[in-house]
């Protein structure tokens, strides 16, 4: 329940921050009143207010910048998400991007996987070679995201999204979603939710 | 997002200098990259000569693959069979970057030009290790590119190395300094193009394909300007009439369980893929310099797995192709799977060799490993196929089709060879292949282009549990027999380097990296390198020296350990 009032706040506190964006949208971007928009369910601190809302501090820049992008094009469906993409051009998409990828990756404070559910993943993870875009440590890079410390509910989520063909904007991570295990995804989300990664991470970019 | 160090440190830095650099070549925009300089290298002065002259050059290591013919044979002979147990690391440098390390060393009067994952480049002293300079790229935002961010090394010419970046652009950097020269934009990154090979520089040009086949790109390979960074000339890899002959075998006179009137009707519905169709090109063309002609070998069609939304042959993916080097017009192909639904394609550099035709009667021919397992022997003059050879590793239930479910089909799509480089012995009439077992499902679910994102078309999965292991082979390409094979404890990914002093040098993903006897596969010397030995490996000298090097990073498409040594050896 709190969860739901949670989210019904966020949707109307949105509404409030749209009405008022869009009677500016003819005008210049404004990061700083864009960054107050996106914290209103992502979070002031990085820590979104509920946990099936990404976090997107510390996100890969050109994954977030595409996310937006597709928000704009319709090609991922979000009621809130939506509306508020179809404002920016891409000059301001990827000033929100290079902004959000600066920040520091909060740590939601989300367990380590038991090493059973741990090796369970894995299994799944090399199977479809997840590493293969996620890299080393599931840190992503570029165009590909983060997943490493994501929430957990967000990450189980949005894979059965991609494997149940709500979630569209990326057809090949579709396919991999249907092609593994429905058992294996509270494994993988488990597993990759409770990496906590930013004490060593340094991949030279 | 970088948090890491400067390696300049490690070489005592002696000066340290951060040059701004303005970018005279990326069109409206400028920006600023930033070159480590701990001091300055020599000045090469690499001329054309040179680079002709490379395959008998026991001194420097001017190209990827050693020379234009692509052999990975080097002359010298100071590291052989009899000493080759002495080799011991003579220097180990550490790159700030560690991940995938697929690179191959380039070498000029004793300085050493290497790549990292993510385009550093480093120039360091190929006698101490020392470094002179660290350019990083400033990667923009958006990179699409499959199976690891890797890179493969640069090229050299005169004053100046070049360098293929993920981002889809080619720099040119001072080779005394490492400040950028120019830049220019291959492609939009955002449509799925990338650069991880090297370079190859001829006549003044500067020879680069693309990745993307997984992306729905139009793969190319395109001559730029040494000198300015302008394109010369563009090959499209994808015809605009990519239909083919409707072959229902492969190169092997195997079935490909083709549904060729679906296909005509899909086509007539559709019209020509040409558009998305992919067929990048992962790896430098050989060089043909008598014919002016370069052979190079294009990847699969988009999407990997479901041929049902792109009718016909798909030309000229999975295909050994032969154009023009002052105009890049076609001059012939031949395709070793059309319709490929497998993604078992063609990645592994052709090699330029002489071999025996079918008469008997020596030819110049041109020779490449599949990821199929076999390595197929041509003829230069028109592509044809002379022969093939022994498969290399377990082809069973070739070629079933992908299902929905998953069907097993060996190889795994990884291959056979995958992206590896093979090495010839022209003495031995030898090539030196590595190859993976790694069983897989191939599963097929249809989706339409989605613009510059995954676009597989289903998926390849490891069966969990499988045995999975690699090997070392060497194939007589005049006849196409195994004339040795060493089974290894992983799936093998790298590649290969012949010596004239009787060796094959290659590593392994756990951390080994070998030395065989080139005649019989025997294990003459190993050395344990703590990470992955994935990259391939070569050889120089300086004073009177003589060296092996290699990269020890790990690789990220089969997961294997990663690192960040570059590694050379030598004997007393």
Known sequence: MLQVSRRAACAALLFGWTLFAGASSAEEFNLEEKVKLCATCHGADGVPINKQTPVIWGQNEGYFYLQLRDFKRGMRKNPLMEPIAAQFEKKDMYALAAYFNKKKWPNLGQPSAPAKVAAKAESAIKSIGCRGCHLDHFQGDGSTARLAGQSQEYLLATMLAFRDGSRGNNPGMSNLMSATPEDDFEALSQYLSGLQIDQYLGHGR | ?572
């Not at chain 2, 679906?262 to 019209?271: M, T, Y």
């Not at chain 2, 380097?497 to 006897?517: H, I, M, N, Q, S």
């Open chain 2, 1 to 572: 997002m970088g948090s890491c160090k400067s390696a300049a440190t490690i070489a005592g830095a002696l000066v340290v200098s951060l040059a701004g650099t303005t970018v005279a070549w990326s069109g409206a925009e400028t920006e600023t990259v930033v070159t480590t300089t701990t001091r300055e290298a020599p000045v090469p002065s690499v001329s054309q000569e040179m680079l002709s002259g490379a395959a008998a050059d026991t001194k420097n290591n001017l190209h990827t693959n050693l020379n234009y013919d692509q052999t990975r044979y080097y002359q010298g002979k100071q590291i052989n069979k009899s000493n080759v147990g002495k080799l011991r690391p003579a220097w180990i440098f550490q790159t700030e970057v560690v991940e995938s390390l697929e690179t191959t060393p380039i070498v000029v009067d004793g300085v050493m030009y290497v790549t990292t994952s993510f385009n550093h480049v480093y120039a360091i002293d190929a006698k101490t290790g020392e470094q002179f300079w660290h350019y990083k790229h400033k990667m923009g935002p958006v990179t699409t590119y499959c199976c690891g961010p890797n890179n493969r090394g640069v090229a050299i010419y005169e004053d100046k190395v070049f360098m293929g970046t993920l981002d889809a652009k080619l720099v040119a950097l001072d080779a005394k300094t490492g400040s950028l020269v120019w830049e220019t934009e291959i492609a939009d990154p955002e449509l799925g193009y990338s650069e991880t090979m090297a370079p190859t520089i001829v006549d003044g040009k500067v020879l680069i394909g693309t990745n993307g086949g997984e992306y729905g790109i139009r793969g190319f390979v395109r001559a730029y300007d040494t000198e300015t960074g302008k394109l010369v000339w563009n090959f499209h890899t994808i015809p605009e009439d990519s239909v083919g002959v409707w072959a229902t075998h492969d190169a092997t006179g195997k079935d490909m369980h083709r549904d060729i009137a679906a296909e005509k009707a899909a086509l007539k519905k559709l019209g020509d893929p040409y558009k998305t169709l992919g067929g990048g090109v992962w790896q430098n063309p050989a060089v043909d310099l008598k014919t002016k002609r370069i052979y190079f070998v294009v990847g699969n069609p988009s999407p990997d797995l479901d041929g049902s939304i792109r009718p016909g042959d798909n030309l000229y993916t999975d295909s050994l192709v032969a154009v023009d080097l002052n105009t890049g017009e076609y001059v012939c192909h031949f395709q070793y799977i059309a319709h490929d639904v497998w993604d078992l394609d063609a990645v592994s550099p052709p090699i330029l060799v002489d071999v025996k035709d079918k008469d008997g009667k020596t030819v110049p021919g041109v020779i490449h490993g599949g990821k199929t397992g076999n390595v197929y022997i041509h003829n230069r003059d028109d592509c044809s196929l002379i022969r093939f050879s022994e498969a290399m590793v377990d082809q069973t239930g070739m070629w079933t089709l992908p299902t929905p479910e998953g069907a097993k089909m060996l190889p795994g799509a990884n291959g056979g060879v995958e992206w590896s480089v093979m090495s010839v012995n022209p003495d031995l009439g030898l090539t030196y292949a590595v190859n993976l077992h790694q069983p897989m499902t191939y599963h097929v679910e249809s989706s339409p282009y989605p613009g510059g994102k995954l676009w597989l078309g289903g998926a390849f999965k490891v069966i969990p549990g499988s045995d999975q292991f690699g090997n070392v082979t060497a194939v007589d390409y005049n006849t196409g027999k195994i004339k040795w094979q060493k089974k290894t404890p992983l799936p093998m990914m790298g590649g290969t380097l012949a010596t004239a002093g009787g060796l094959v040098f290659t590593g392994e993903g756990d951390g080994w990296f070998r030395a065989y006897d080139a005649e019989n596969g025997d294990v003459l010397w190993s050395f344990f390198a703590g990470a992955g030995v994935n990259a391939p490996a070569t050889a120089y000298s300086v004073d009177g020296k003589e060296y092996i090097v290699v990269g020890a990073g790990g690789n990220t498409q089969i997961d294997f350990k990663r690192g960040n040594n570059i590694i050379a050896f030598t004997v007393d």
